[in-house]
């Protein structure tokens, strides 16, 4: 079982850039792959990237490619995604929780135990 929190969300300007931060408490959260998730107003919860346990494969959205970074440091139990070119359609609580393979936008309906999150607001 891995505890979960989220933190690094903020109000930012369009074009601007947040790194978030995960810090998973449990054993198993080094041998686990990891992703950040999303939801904004009135819109269901979205898949927006992973990484596997060594930090060698990710995934992306391709609403996020190319401007999110996805990484993780097992020594301190946490996973970041680095969010640069911020657009206002970024506006969600953003969640991070493990990502079992197959990452696919089905994904966000086969996990659960979701943590608080944190609010991310990108102002045009």
Not at 6 to 11: D, K, P, Y
Request: net charge positive; hydrophobic share 35%.
């Amino acid at each position: 079982q891995v505890q979960l929190v989220e933190s690094g969300g903020g109000l930012v300007q369009a074009g601007g850039s947040l790194r978030l931060s995960c810090a998973a408490s449990g054993r198993t959260f080094s041998s686990s792959a990891m992703g950040w998730f999303r939801q904004a107003p009135g819109k269901e919860r979205e898949f927006v990237a992973a990484i596997g346990w060594s930090g060698l494969s990710t995934y992306y959205a391709d609403s996020v490619k190319g401007r999110f970074t996805i990484s993780r440091d097992n020594a301190k139990n946490t996973v970041y995604l680095q969010m640069n070119s911020l657009k206002p359609e970024d506006t969600a609580v953003y969640y991070c929780n493990v990502a079992p393979p197959p990452w696919v936008p089905t994904l966000v309906h086969r996990v659960g135990s979701w943590g608080q999150g944190t609010q991310v607001t990108v102002a045009s």
